[in-house]
């Protein structure tokens, strides 16, 4: 008897050791003022890392988009009581958050090792922003992984 199998080179998303999905997130929490930076990463309260599972060996990268509510390059949530109201907020790769995360540009390479690899994402929304009305303010942003 011979007993055979193929196996392709792939990479996915959010994926669990358990195979099951679910998006990152990265959430800035309950805000009451803005006058300072806002820092907040996929590793705290309420955040969820990305999670790339691809073949042994194979190299990938990870690009983010705009978001749905960019404006130019600047990343916003959208919400309050009429949902026309912004927070404009800027992602890092990195803890100390100097390294932004361009629009449409590659912002982390890895390599493959046939499990879930962990990707933390770091958020800020700046200093000085105008503080909005209350409600809940929400952005989408595209993570795009190229193997």
Do not use: H, K
């Not at 011979?2 to 990479?11: I, K, L, M």
């Not at 998006?23 to 805000?31: E, K």
């Not at 919400?79 to 803890?95: Q, V």
């Not at 390599?111 to 989408?140: C, E, H």
């Amino acid at each position: 008897m011979t007993v055979r199998a193929t196996v392709t080179n792939s990479c996915v998303l959010n994926t669990s050791a358990t195979g099951t999905t679910a998006n990152a997130v990265l959430d800035f929490g309950t805000l009451s003022s803005l006058a300072g930076n806002v820092d907040a990463d996929t590793t705290t309260t309420g955040g969820t890392p990305i999670r790339v599972l691809c073949n042994n060996t194979v190299p990938w990268t990870l690009s983010f988009d705009g978001g749905q509510n960019v404006l130019s390059t600047q990343r916003r949530m959208i919400g309050g009581a009429s949902t026309t109201e912004y927070i404009p907020y800027n992602l890092y790769s990195d803890t100390g958050r100097a390294t932004a995360i361009g629009v449409a540009t590659t912002a982390y390479s890895g390599t493959g090792t046939g499990n879930v690899q962990t990707v933390n994402v770091y958020g800020r929304i700046p200093a000085g922003t105008t503080l909005p009305s209350a409600g809940s303010y929400v952005d989408t942003v595209t993570v795009t992984v190229t193997y």
